[in-house]
């Protein structure tokens, strides 16, 4: 229970610390190309993963679900409204498919399953997200949204060997299989 709860609030706090500063763009040539929030959400992936590796699926989506509906209300309140139900309606959706693609490969090389779920999930993330949050309103968001995504790439790599590190520590339950269906 201990875990589950560490990663309820992991996943809020990188939610919100992403929905804050996604409004902040990086200074200089990269203004155009990349927001602050491109190198935190990753670590959101990161939680999930970890969750979905030693408690399972079931676990991963309540992590996911739970941390949601916090990051969702304190994001109402510290960020801007638009970018609150974006990025809402954006992590449900890629979390949630994050958590099934993992749970589908679980069982190949313990890097396959984070880094193709995170990519997959980074993708859909990103179009939803830039698309609902940006479009229209004058910003550069269509390359924000390639720069988002590249980061995130970048990022999924990076997480990689915390990942590894951090399986020593979370080792599976032994009851731990992947879902049926």
């Known amino acids: 229970m201990k875990a589950t709860l560490f990663g309820i609030l992991a996943m809020a706090v990188t939610v919100v610390a992403s929905n804050i500063l996604v409004e902040?763009?990086?200074?200089?040539?990269l203004a155009d190309w990349l927001t602050y929030g491109a190198f935190t959400y990753p670590v959101a992936f990161l939680v999930t993963d970890l969750t979905n590796r030693a408690r399972g699926?079931?676990?991963?989506?309540?992590?996911?679900?739970a941390?949601?509906?916090?990051?969702?209300v304190l994001s109402l309140i510290f960020a801007d409204t638009r970018i609150a139900l974006a990025?809402?309606?954006?992590?449900?959706?890629a979390q949630l498919l994050d958590v099934t693609v993992f749970d589908k490969l679980r069982q190949a090389s313990w890097w396959k399953a984070p880094l193709v779920s995170s990519?997959?999930?980074?993708?859909?993330?990103?179009?939803?997200?830039?698309?609902?949050a940006f479009v229209g309103t004058g910003l550069p968001w269509d390359t924000w949204a390639m720069g988002d995504f590249s980061a995130k790439i970048i990022?999924?790599?990076?997480?990689?060997a915390p990942f590894r590190l951090l399986m020593a520590v979370v080792t599976p339950r032994a009851n731990v299989e992947p879902a049926q269906g």
């Open 24 to 29: 902040y763009p990086l200074p200089g040539v």
């Open 57 to 65: 699926a079931q676990a991963a989506r309540v992590v996911v679900l």
């Open 67 to 72: 941390g949601f509906a916090i990051a969702v």
């Open 87 to 93: 990025s809402g309606t954006a992590f449900l959706i």
């Open 119 to 132: 990519g997959i999930g980074s993708l859909v993330d990103t179009t939803l997200f830039f698309s609902i």
């Open 155 to 160: 990022m999924a790599l990076t997480c990689l």
